[in-house]
């Protein structure tokens, strides 16, 4: 089953659509991921590719089986940090299965 993400504001437009591993993700977290995985500060595209899927997958693993429809994320109680959005905080996530 396909999950897509949408992250909109309170004026409710939104600022992303789509599959969750096309997230906008800061490059100090996967940096961080790809150092935590293979101890590489200088991460090959596959090295990206692959903690971009980690932390999307831990990410995601906190909403098994939840219905998540138009939560503020500082509502979630999840780290959301590795999003690449202005002001995360005050964005809305909807989780679509």
Do not use: W
Request: aromatic fraction near 10%; proline fraction near 3%; charged fraction near 30%.
């Amino acid at each position: 089953m396909k999950l897509k993400l949408m992250i909109s504001n309170q004026n409710k437009e939104v600022l992303f659509q789509g599959n969750p591993v096309n997230l906008p993700i800061r490059y100090d977290a996967i940096k961080k991921k790809s150092v935590e995985l293979f101890d590489d500060e200088e991460p090959c595209i596959i090295h990206q590719s692959y903690a971009i899927q980690k932390i999307v997958d831990g990410f995601l693993k906190q909403f098994k089986g939840v219905e998540v429809n138009e939560m503020k994320f500082s509502d979630l109680n999840v780290d959301c940090g590795f999003i690449e959005i202005e002001n995360i905080l005050d964005m809305y996530l909807t989780i679509k299965r």
